[in-house]
Nanobody, 115 residues
C-alpha cells in the first residue's frame, strides 16, 4: 500500500509560479513510477508529467518549458514546479504513484490562474 498527499495549490495571476508537492508514504520502495494529472471543469483528466524510478521524465506538450517535475528521495516527495502559469492551467491537480499493477491517487489540489 502507498499513500500520496498533494499540497501547494492556490490562486495565482497569469505569469506567476506555483510549486506542488506530493508526499508519499507506505511501501515507497515499491514505487516504480509517479506523475501528475490534471482535470479542468467539464474536461477529462489529462496527463501533465511523469517521473520514473530511474529519473526519466515526460511532459505534456502544453506544459513543456514551463513545468518541471522532480523528486527528493530523502523526503519521499515529488514536486511540480509550474512557471509562467496560464488561465488554461486552471484545474485540480492529482498525483499518483504506481506499484504495478496498482495506481494510487491523491485527493487533488486546486490550481486557479486568474487575473
Amino acid at each position: 500500500q502507498v499513500q500520496v498527499v498533494e499540497s501547494g495549490g492556490g490562486l495565482v495571476q497569469p505569469g506567476e509560479s506555483l510549486r506542488l508537492s506530493c508526499a508519499a508514504s507506505g511501501s515507497i520502495f515499491s514505487i516504480y513510477f509517479m506523475g501528475w494529472y490534471r482535470q479542468a471543469p467539464g474536461k477529462q483528466r489529462e496527463l501533465v508529467s511523469t517521473i520514473a524510478r530511474d529519473g526519466t521524465t515526460t511532459y505534456a506538450e502544453s506544459v513543456k518549458g514551463r513545468f518541471t517535475i522532480s523528486r527528493d528521495t530523502n523526503k519521499n516527495t515529488m514536486y511540480l514546479q509550474m512557471n509562467s502559469l496560464k488561465p488554461e492551467d486552471t484545474a485540480v491537480y492529482y498525483c499518483h504513484a504506481d506499484v504495478p499493477p496498482m495506481r494510487y491517487w491523491g485527493q487533488g489540489t486546486q490550481v486557479t490562474v486568474s487575473s
